[in-house]
């Protein structure tokens, strides 16, 4: 299956004084950008052919992968002058890059890419900035067995904000944490298929057209996952992926001491 991954975005929430000029994809999470952390879960489950839509910051993501050096992650060695890797991050890795845009929202940059899906009926997409250990095998073995035209990936609240029941004349009746909600967020992960073109606007977007149109018709499936899941939409968000990236605590790097998983094409066909 294809990946497609949205990438264009100004990313407003992240800016601060000394990264205005990064795109928030190649924000750092440890030694790796985010946006490579969100490739390599894909390409842990078999899905190495990713396109990119590209706006804001497209240069640097271009740049970033014109000069990645897998060295920096992998052992190698190191004889006549010449590197011999031990392992791989990307090597077989598709990689396509599209304009899609500066100012396009979500729907249409997936609408300035659907050639490039080569007419495939499923695909996934994500919007670059999330990373999870929900596993997507499951998501996606359960998306087809729903029947549904797209699927995206639920997760309870996450707000730590409360929620509060007033009175007209001013008196508080209760306090409840946004957590405690029998809600459900989206949480950015999709597999959709070609059908949701169908509800897609000239101009327009994935979760307010598409998936509101195919919502309470039982053609919207929602995977539920109450694991690891934590956005890098904001400045803070990311540092704390970061920081604990350096303590060791990175739930979403389902492949470390774990081999790739063989292409999933008995799932996905």
């Known amino acids: 299956m ?6 264009g975005g100004y990313g407003m929430r992240m800016r601060n004084d000394r990264n ?14 985010l946006l490579w952390h969100i490739m390599k879960y894909y390409a842990h489950y078999g899905h190495k052919d990713f396109v990119l839509c590209l706006g804001y910051g497209a240069a640097a993501i271009k740049q970033f992968f014109l000069d990645y050096h897998e060295e ?4 190698f060695v ?3 002058g010449k590197v011999e890797l031990l ?13 899609t845009g500066v100012e396009s929202p979500i729907g249409e940059r997936l609408r300035r890419v659907r050639d490039h899906l080569d007419g495939d009926r499923y695909f996934l997409a994500n919007y670059s900035d999330v990373l999870t250990d929900a ?4 998501m996606i073995e359960r998306y087809h067995e729903s029947g549904a035209v797209a699927s995206m990936l639920v997760v309870p609240p996450q707000s730590s904000f409360h929620c509060v029941d007033v009175s007209e004349t001013g008196e508080i009746k209760d306090i409840v944490p946004v957590s405690r909600f029998p809600i459900w967020e989206n ?11 169908d509800h897609i606007p000239e101009g327009g977007d994935l979760v307010g057209d598409a998936c509101m149109a195919l919502a309470g018709r039982g053609e919207l499936f929602g995977y539920r996952h109450e694991g690891f899941w934590k956005p890098a939409d904001t400045f803070k968000e990311r540092a704390e992926l970061d920081n604990d990236y350096g303590r060791g605590i990175r739930p979403w ?16 066909a």
């Open 72 to 75: 920096q992650s992998n052992d």
């Open 2 to 7: 294809k990946v497609v991954l949205f990438c």
């Open 20 to 33: 205005d000029d990064i795109p928030k994809p190649l924000q750092m999470v440890g030694p790796r950008p």
């Open 253 to 268: 790097a389902v492949w470390e001491g774990a081999q790739d998983r063989p292409e999933l094409s008995s799932v996905v």
């Open 87 to 99: 392992s791989t991050d990307m090597s077989d890795w598709s990689i396509t890059f599209v304009d």
């Open 78 to 80: 190191m004889r006549d």
């Open 187 to 197: 949480g950015g992960y999709f597999v959709l298929s070609q059908e949701v073109f």
């Open 135 to 138: 596993p997507l095998d499951t």
